[in-house]
């Protein structure tokens, strides 16, 4: 295609062109002949290239699926969390390598029942962890965030419970420098308990056992601050049917400081025993107790029925009263009338502090203790106030005789 151009301005850059339909068009200047100035005309051919165009699109679309096959099909993975191994006080948890794609790593965090119980060092070179000073037959739970460029990415929750004391699969053994009887005891005494063996010592190690601190193993055992004893602390876990305590079994420890039971079939006997006695005591009892019953009931005593009796609820009269006649029935005729103990009579002239002075009533009530308020005989009708006052039974040479007070007096006056 050829266009015919005229040329209106040149400057240093830029050429002002007119088409035949008076319209601008800027040019750069360096593409047109030195020559040319205002009022130049110059014919421009302009053609399409196919084959360029062609390269260009090719170029592009390679780029296109590169950056999808880079960045497009891959994104970091969920991390996967396990329970490698379990004590009584500790749990060692394990996960795959982590996979980031083109993304990159910001942290991996540990949580405990949803709480952060921290990081993870080197997230990129670690794949495992034992978290420490856990409660005995305990449920917890666990999970990993991954956080990276790409986004956050968590892992499944894990429950891991602890072991009981009796429990003792979890206990993991790497054995020093031993005696080759010793070792084959161990081997053996491991393998009944239910315990495993491991000849290196690795991060789920429980317990080193050997008779000698010397040797790699046991650098790398003191450099993890595994416990170090002695062979004699698997059998004592074996002689308990439990865990036992380290202390008494360290190399170099006083053998004195070792807890020693009275092992684990004493005990399941012992709690036969004491399970049987409580069962022939309960039998027992429940034979003995009809048979109790009826005892009681025979050695109950009969009470003779014993009539009525009416009770005076009738207040202090005044002086020169009369009341009703209510005084309690007097015993049946055939019923004896119980004697009176003795009086003894006493004066008061014996006694120097005294004297010739009269006694006083409260002297007097001392000096007869076996007095006995008889009440009188009923009888119909009203009383005065000095008939409802009582009497006193009165001994006198094998004599009986009912005596009353003198009016306004007391019993200190009567004369005996």
């Not at 305990?138 to 009981?164: D, N």
Request: proline share 9%; glycine share 6%; hydrophobic share 30%.
């Amino acid at each position: 295609m050829l266009v015919s151009l005229t040329v209106g301005k040149v400057d240093a850059g830029v050429a002002v062109l007119l088409t035949e339909d008076k319209r601008l068009i800027e040019f750069p200047s360096i593409l047109l002949p030195p020559s040319i100035s205002s009022g130049s005309v110059v014919d421009i051919t302009v053609s399409r290239n196919h084959n360029s165009e062609a390269q260009a699109q090719k170029s592009f679309h390679a780029l296109q699926s590169s950056i999808f096959s880079t960045y497009g099909q891959h994104s970091p993975s969920q991390p996967q969390l396990r329970c490698r191994n379990a004590t009584q006080t500790s749990v060692v948890l394990e996960w795959d390598p982590i996979q980031l794609a083109t993304a990159e790593l910001r942290s991996l965090s540990l949580y405990r029942n949803g709480s952060k119980a921290g990081i993870i060092p080197r997230p990129l070179e670690i794949t495992s962890t034992k978290i420490s000073g856990l409660a005995i037959d305990t449920a917890y739970t666990f999970h990993l965030v991954l956080r990276t460029s790409a986004g956050q990415y968590s892992s499944e929750k894990l429950t891991v419970r602890t072991h009981k004391m009796t429990d003792l699969s979890g206990i993991t053994v790497s054995p020093g420098v031993l005696p080759a009887p010793l070792r084959e005891s161990l081997s053996g005494a491991v393998e009944r308990i239910g315990a495993k063996l491991v000849e290196n010592v690795r991060i789920d190690t429980t317990h080193f056992v050997c008779t000698e601190g010397r040797g790699r193993e046991w650098e790398k055992a003191v450099e993890m601050n595994i416990p170090v004893v002695r062979p004699e602390w698997v059998e004592g876990c074996e002689r308990e049917g439990r865990i036992v305590g380290v202390r008494g079994y360290y190399l170099g420890a006083n053998p004195k400081d070792r807890q020693v039971g009275q092992g684990v079939g004493f005990q399941q006997q012992q709690q036969q025993q004491q399970q049987r006695a409580r069962t022939e005591s309960q039998m027992s009892q429940q034979r003995t107790a009809p048979a109790t019953l009826v005892q009681r009931e025979q050695r109950r005593p009969e009470t003779p029925a014993q009539p009525p009796r009416e009770v005076s609820t009738t207040s202090a009269p005044t002086n020169g009263a009369s009341v009703e006649d209510e005084r309690p029935t007097p015993p049946a005729k055939d019923e004896p009338e119980p004697e009176p103990e003795p009086v003894e009579e006493s004066s008061d002239d014996d006694d120097p502090e005294h004297g010739s002075e009269e006694p006083s009533p409260e002297r007097e009530s001392q000096q007869f203790p076996s007095r006995e308020l008889v009440p009188s005989p009923p009888s119909s009708g009203k009383k005065s106030v000095g008939d409802l006052r009582p009497r006193v039974t009165v001994e006198d040479d094998g004599k009986k005789e009912l005596r009353s007070p003198v009016d306004g007096g007391d019993f200190s006056e009567v004369q005996l």
